[in-house]
């Protein structure tokens, strides 16, 4: 890997710093993370939205520990060592960042120790669910990563890849609850844990790619009731309590993300959307 990732800052900042020093000490639960990932933070709010004990280890998944490898060979984060024993001394890897949170939940479900699940105990509530965060996954995830690393040399326009987004973000705010906050209701879900990472990272099109494009209240014209749902969910997710205890300071993520502005980043993710190819 070029130098270019391997400089990135190596902890967490804010809010993120705090509660991983909260999660310093050793734990037979175990989640291998990088604070500037988006699939990492997914997994973080999980851990927090269901107070699951853990430890929080940081990484820098472009210099690869052996040991790491030898828990995951993939390299990725988010990896979750899981224990085979309650003492720790053997675990297990999970990876795939929807995986992950999904087992936490189903895992951890006391509902005096972690709370309710974030997945809808109805079988058909939950299909639906896991549709939408296939939608997530497969089209709006896409769409930021084509918007962000759009360059001059590119086969699309800046308005294409702008327009794509707005697009798939347009589609997952028609079918929010009506009434919300959250896209199934007043229950914060899985939903919106999948999409909540990204979210956070939409003010970088305003630092590199002259704004996301979202209209401003009253601006939507026919559109404005979608775009209306949309501001009332993006609100209630931005500042729900988990998601800003997962969040370092926004500079640092300006930091890191000029490398996918410019096109130059050597993450797995970045060289894979770069290539046309599905998220890694």
């Not at 053997?90 to 189903?106: A, F, G, R, T």
């Not at 500079?251 to 890191?256: G, K, T, V």
């Amino acid at each position: 890997m070029g130098s270019v990732d391997t400089s990135l800052q190596p902890h967490t900042t804010g809010r993120a710093a705090e509660f991983a020093k909260g999660h310093s000490s050793p734990n037979p639960l175990i989640l291998y993370a990088g604070w500037f990932c988006p699939f990492v933070q997914r997994s973080w709010i999980t851990l927090h939205e269901k107070k699951i004990p853990h430890q929080y280890f940081e990484i820098n998944p472009y210099k690869k520990d052996p040991d790491f490898l030898a828990l995951n060979p993939r390299g990725l984060v988010p990896t979750l060592a899981v224990p085979v024993d309650q003492a720790g001394k053997d675990q297990k890897p999970l990876y795939e960042s929807v995986v992950i949170c999904e087992y936490l939940d189903e895992v951890y479900r006391d509902p005096q120790k972690n709370g309710p699940s974030l997945l809808p105990e109805d079988a058909y509530d939950r299909a639906w669910s896991r549709i939408w965060i296939d939608h997530i996954s497969s089209r709006i995830i896409p769409a930021f990563y084509k918007f962000i690393q759009h360059t001059e040399e590119k086969p699309y326009s800046l308005d294409e890849a702008r327009s794509e987004l707005l697009k798939q973000i347009k589609t997952f705010a028609q079918e929010c609850d009506p009434e919300g906050p959250f896209f199934l209701g007043r229950q914060f879900s899985m939903v919106d844990v999948m999409l909540a990472p990204w979210l956070c990272r939409l003010f970088l099109f305003d630092v590199y790619k002259g704004g996301v494009g979202i209209p401003d209240e009253g601006q939507g014209g026919e559109d404005e009731q979608v775009w209306q749902r949309w501001r009332k969910w993006a609100k209630a997710t931005y500042e729900r309590e988990s998601v800003q205890d997962t969040l370092s300071e926004r500079e640092q993520y300006i930091d890191a993300y000029k490398r996918y502005a410019e096109d130059t980043t050597q993450s797995q993710v970045g060289q894979a959307t770069r290539s046309g190819n599905r998220l890694p």
